[in-house]
């Protein structure tokens, strides 16, 4: 008789290792609620890309990549713009072209997806 085979019944190593190509925005946390052991796999994945991230920066060993958006709406090229991150999300407000041309635009970038979203904001501020 054949017995069940689960991804668990590999080494705790090559489970993190696995875990490791996940996006970090979205699928990686949604993975720390399969069960207590996923917790803890996942948990050691986020604590070692923080340490291996942080030991990268004060090494001076930073490696950028340049990443392509999914095909779809997309952002002018500015500068002098507002910008922050929530959750799996990154807001970019106005901006400058090397034109001069002046912006009064919301943009959202999905982290996860890649993907450029125009929010409407609406309403009294």
């Not at 090397?98 to 609406?122: E, H, K």
Request: one cysteine or more; aromatic letters at 14%.
């Amino acid at each position: 008789m054949k017995s069940t085979v689960s991804i668990e019944d590999l080494p705790d190593p090559i489970i993190e290792y696995i875990l490791s190509y996940l996006s970090p925005y979205r699928d990686l946390k949604q993975c720390m609620q399969v069960n207590k052991s996923w917790y803890r796999f996942v948990y050691d994945v986020i604590r070692k890309t923080q340490r291996d991230f942080y030991n990268a920066v004060c090494h001076m060993s930073v490696q950028w990549c340049h990443l392509e958006a999914e095909p779809g709406p997309t952002i002018t090229k500015r500068y002098s713009h507002s910008a922050c991150c929530s959750g799996n999300s990154m807001y970019i407000f106005g901006g400058c072209t090397t034109a001069n041309t002046t912006f009064n635009d919301l943009w959202r970038f999905d982290l996860g997806s890649r993907c450029w979203i125009r929010p409407l904001a609406t309403g009294i501020c």
